[in-house]
């Protein structure tokens, strides 16, 4: 089992900067994917980014390449979101995934059926 909490979300004007925070417990950090997904109000829930349990890895939605960077830090056990010129289309809740049933080095996945474990979501509102 594996326990998320996220941090971070806030207030920003477009093309202001946020950086969002997950901390991970549970079963060993390191070996797993991680990713973050959102849901925007009337909206479907969309992939965000992911990174490999190494950290060698990482993956984008194409609305948020170039924009936001993903990391972790595995001696911390967290995983974080780095969001660059925000737009008010990203404004959302955003939440924090786990892929713990796959490998240190598997490619990060998109697919929110490969989460296992969720956090509680933090919201982040772009205004314009």
């Known amino acids: 089992q594996v326990q998320l909490v996220e941090s971070g979300g806030g207030l920003v004007q477009a093309g202001g900067s946020l950086r969002l925070s997950c901390a991970a417990s549970?079963?060993?950090?390191?070996?797993?994917?991680m990713g973050w997904f959102r849901r925007a109000p009337g909206k479907e829930r969309e992939f965000v980014a992911a990174?490999?349990?190494?950290?060698?890895?990482?993956n984008y939605a194409d609305s948020v390449k170039g924009r936001f960077t993903i990391s972790r830090d595995n001696a911390k056990n967290t995983v974080a979101l780095q969001m660059s010129s925000l737009k008010p289309e990203d404004t959302a809740v955003y939440y924090c995934?786990?892929?713990?049933?796959?490998?240190?080095?598997?490619?990060?996945?998109?697919?929110?059926?490969?989460?296992?474990?969720w956090g509680q979501g933090t919201q982040v509102t772009v205004s314009s």
């Open positions: 995934a786990a892929a713990p049933y796959y490998s240190e080095t598997y490619y990060p996945p998109r697919s929110s059926a490969a989460f296992g474990s």
């Open positions: 549970g079963r060993t950090f390191r070996r797993y994917p």
């Open positions: 990174i490999s349990g190494s950290g060698g890895s990482t």
